[in-house]
C-alpha cells in the first residue's frame, strides 16, 4: 500500500515533527540502541581512570559532550520523526555501528593521537547532518526549520576536518567552535518555532530516555568501585568496608538523582527543553568524574595516597546540576511551596562539598568516605522533612 510519496508502508517515511503520540513507550529499539553508547562512555571513562588529571579530564569533557551530542540526536530523531518502517530501522543501525566503530578507535587513543578518532566523529557528523536534511526531503514544511542546523553541522564538519593538519595549539580553539556549532541550532530553531506559533516541547518519552541515559553512566560509578576493589593486591576488612561505603554513596547518589527528577515534565516550550538536555551534560559528566576516582580509591587505599580532589569537586557539580535541572521541570502546585528551599538545600550541599575539597583536608580514605556519606544523608533527611511536612491530602496527588 503506498504511503506519502507514492513510497511502500514497509518503507517508513519519517513522519511530521509536530505529530504528537501520547503517551509513547521507549521502544526496544532506543534500548539497544543506547547500548552501543555504554560502550563508548565505558571506554572514555577508563581513559580518564589512567589519565587522571585537569587535561585528561579536558579532554574526557570535550569527548562525552561529542559522544552525548550523537546520542542526543539520534535519540531525538527517532523520538520526532521515528517509526516501525525499515527506513528507521536502518538509520538507527548505521549509527550504532558509526558508535562502535568510535568506541574502537577510543581504545586507542595514545596510539594514534586522535586522528581516528576524527575521522569517525566526522562521519557521524555527516550522517547527523544527512538526517537532518533527509527528513525535509519527504516533509518540506520541516527545511524552513533544519536549516540552522544544517548549515551549523556542516561547519563543524569543516572544522573538523581542519583540525586533522593543524597543530594541537590550534585543537584549543577548534575543539569549542565545533562544539558551539553542534549544540546552538536548538536555540535558532526555537526562535523560528515561536515565529510560527509552534508549540513543541520534550517529549514523556524523551525525558525517560534522558533517564535511561543517566542510569548508564550510573552502571559506569558501580563499574568504577567494582574494578576498584577488584585491582587491589590484598583486600582487607578496612577495602572492603570501604567498598560498602562506595555503594552506599553511589545509591545516595541515585537516591537524590531520580527522587527529585524522575516521574516528571520538563517546562513547556522547545528552549526549555534544550536547556533541560544540556544541564544533563554537567552533572552526567560529574558521575563520569565519580567513577573514574571510585577507579582509583582502593589503589590510593593500598599506596596510603590521598583521594583525587576531583572526586570533591564531582559531588559540587552533581548537586548544583540538579538543582539547576529542577528549575526547568514540572511540579505538582502543593511541591512548589518548597521548591525553593530544596533547591537552595542542594546548592549548600554543593559549597560544602567545593569549600571541603578547597580546603584540602587531609583525611583517611575511610574516614573521607564517611564523611561524603554523613554530607550526603544529611541532604536527604531535610529533604525527607520538607516533603512529610507538606498537609498528608495532597501528598497523595504528589
Known sequence: MPHGKGLPAWWGPPKKFDTFIEDRRVSWLELFFDLVYVIAISRITHQLTAHISVAGFLEYVCLFFLIF??????????????NEGLRTRLMTLWQMMIIAALAVTL???????????????????????????????YDKRHRYYSRPYIILFLVSLALMGLSLVMSQQWLKMIVPLVLLCNYSPPFIAGKLL??????????????????LFTIIIFGEVVSGVVNGISSVTATDMISWLNFALAV???????????????????????????????????????LGLTAACFNLLFEA???????????????AAYFASISIMMGLIE????????????????????????????????????????????????EILYLNSLYYSLPVEKKAEH
Do not use: C
Open 248 to 286: 552506599v554513596i553511589v545509591f545516595a547518589l541515585w537516591w537524590v538523582f531520580f527522587t527529585l527528577t524522575a516521574n516528571r515534565q520538563a517546562k513547556k516550550g522547545f528552549v526549555n527543553a534544550t536547556l533541560l538536555e544540556l544541564v544533563y551534560i554537567p552533572a552526567l559528566i560529574s
Open 331 to 378: 511540579y505538582p502546585a502543593i511541591v512548589n511551596k518548597i521548591m525553593g528551599r530544596v533547591r537552595i538545600s542542594l546548592y549548600a550541599t554543593a559549597l560544602v562539598f567545593f569549600v571541603f575539597t578547597l580546603i584540602n583536608a587531609r583525611l583517611d580514605i575511610l574516614y573521607y568516605l564517611l564523611v561524603v556519606i554523613a554530607v550526603i544523608i544529611i
Open 107 to 137: 581504545g586507542h587513543l595514545q596510539g594514534t593521537r586522535y586522528v581516528n578518532t576524527t575521522i569517525v566523529l566526522m562521519i557521524m557528523q555527516l550522517f547527523i547532518t544527512y538526517q537532518w536534511w533527509s527528513v525535509g526531503f
Open 301 to 315: 587505599n593500598e599506596e596510603a595516597h590521598s583521594l583525587p580532589a576531583f572526586f570533591g569537586y564531582a559531588l
Open 69 to 82: 551530542w550523537g546520542w542526543l540526536n539520534g535519540s531525538l530523531y527517532y523520538d520526532l520523526h521515528g
Open 194 to 211: 515561536r515565529r510560527s506559533a509552534i508549540g513543541l516541547n520534550l517529549s514523556s518519552s524523551m525525558y525517560e530516555r534522558l533517564g
